[in-house]
Structures are given as C-alpha cells and as structure tokens.
C-alpha cells in the first residue's frame, strides 16, 4: 500500500535547504531574469510564479526568518512566544505586508460614461497600509483620489478604488514612487481627463527608530492631465480636501 503524503509537508520538504531541490526563490528569480523584467521591491511578479509555488516560497521564508532570529541570539526552542514566529512573520510577508507583489490585481469592473460625467469627483480618504522598503517598517495612511472623467472614460465602483490601492500599497515602498505607481494603474483603467492622488502617511520608520519623531507626516501628490494644466481645478480640488476634516 502507498504511503500518502501531507501535501503541507511535501511542500515544506521542497523549499528546506538540502532537500536536492532548486530553492522556490531561485527558480522563480530565473524565470523573471529570463524575462528581462525587473523585481524591485515595488514590482509585481505574479505571472512568473506557478501554481502552488506560493506555499512553498512561504515555507522557504520562514527557515530564513528562522535562522535571523538565531542569529540574533533569540533562543525559540525553549522560548514559547517565538517558537512559531518565523512562520508567522514568512505568511505576514507573503500573504499580507508583501501579497500585494505576488497576486494578481483585483478584478476591476469597467462602467462606460453613460451620462457624460465631466464633473470633479473625489474619492477618499481611503486607508493605506504599507512598509518602507528602507527599513520594512510601517507606513500608515490616507489617500484621496480626484477623477476628471471625459464621455470617453470607464468609471469603476467605489470599493474598487481601495482593492487598487491595497494591491499597490502591499508591497516595500517608497510613498513618492507609490502614488505613481497608482495613478499609472488609474490612469491606464479609466483614461480620465484628468487624475489627481494625494497621500498623507506617518513612517515608523521615522516614529520608531532615527529621530523618533511621532508628530511628523509626510504629505505627497500627484496631478496628471486636466489637474496639471488647470490651476483652477487643481485649485479646487485641493480647497475641497483642505476644507474636510483630516486628522
């Protein structure tokens, strides 16, 4: 009678080091070099992972986080509160903080402009999570989006604004290439006349470590089109959020 094997352990057997196995990581780096594409931290590499290599690239991260923390002497064999913390800082970094680099993007419904809209609209504030490629610390935040749509433009939902900015955000950033990187996203969807991001962020890396100041805050935009050429609208758009309540 065959012996059955936990699908789990096979997994995790193939990412160990020693197991005569290319290592996950190693095999989907060369796929993406082959490409000629890049992998910065900020990058999206969804389509040069296979199915169920995502599993294993979790399992590969936890006995590298393993071994960081031997190395920082922290004894997790016979600490109880660290005996399962590589595993649970590699799905943190894979599933969560990082996902947004190894999932496809969301599924976004596209409207047509039936009724013409060419209107200011402003979407916001929606909350931003994301990590300083720096440090990997948290950076945690708002963002507002303004649209000038043309009779040409697809409209999405309104839910669907925070899945794009989650998807960008969940990944080691800097604030000034994230809102970039959104506005391309936005811009190429919804092909408005005009699109505008601010984002106001606080960095642990600058609360938690450095010069530990917990008041400072980093404010950034964005302006693309009609927003970029009009300074009446961007007048506008910038009055109507200052005029809103922003703690």
């Not at 450095?210 to 008041?215: A, I, N, T």
Request: hydrophobic share 40%.
């Amino acid at each position: 009678m065959a012996t059955q094997i936990d699908p789990v352990e096979q997994r995790v057997a193939w990412a160990m080091p020693g197991s005569g196995s290319t290592p996950v990581a190693d095999r989907i780096r060369a796929r993406v070099r082959e490409s000629g594409r890049r992998f910065h931290a900020n990058d999206n590499i969804q389509e040069f992972i296979e199915d169920d290599e995502l599993p294993q690239l979790e399992a590969e991260v936890a006995e590298k986080m393993r071994e960081v923390l031997e190395t920082l002497v922290i004894d997790t064999e016979s600490d109880h509160n660290t005996q399962e913390t590589a595993e649970r800082v590699a799905k943190l970094y894979v599933r969560e903080v990082f996902g947004g680099r190894y999932v496809a993007p969301p599924k976004v419904t596209e409207f047509p402009n039936a009724a013409r809209l060419n209107e200011l609209m402003i979407i916001g504030p929606v909350t931003v999570r994301s990590a300083c490629s720096h440090h990997l610390c948290p950076i945690i935040g708002r963002i507002w989006v303004g649209v000038m749509p043309n009779e040409h433009s697809a409209l999405i939902g309104l839910s669907k604004y925070a899945r794009l900015v989650e998807w960008v955000m969940s990944r080691p950033q800097i604030q000034e290439e994230a809102i970039a990187q959104l506005a391309d996203l936005l811009q190429d969807k919804m092909q408005p006349d005009g699109l505008a991001i601010v984002m106001e962020a606080d960095h642990s890396c600058m609360q938690w470590r450095g010069v530990r100041d917990m008041d400072s805050k980093m404010t950034n935009s964005v302006m693309r089109g009609s927003f970029l050429k009009d300074k009446d609208l961007r007048r506008e758009f910038l009055s109507l959020l200052n005029g809103r309540d922003r703690r």
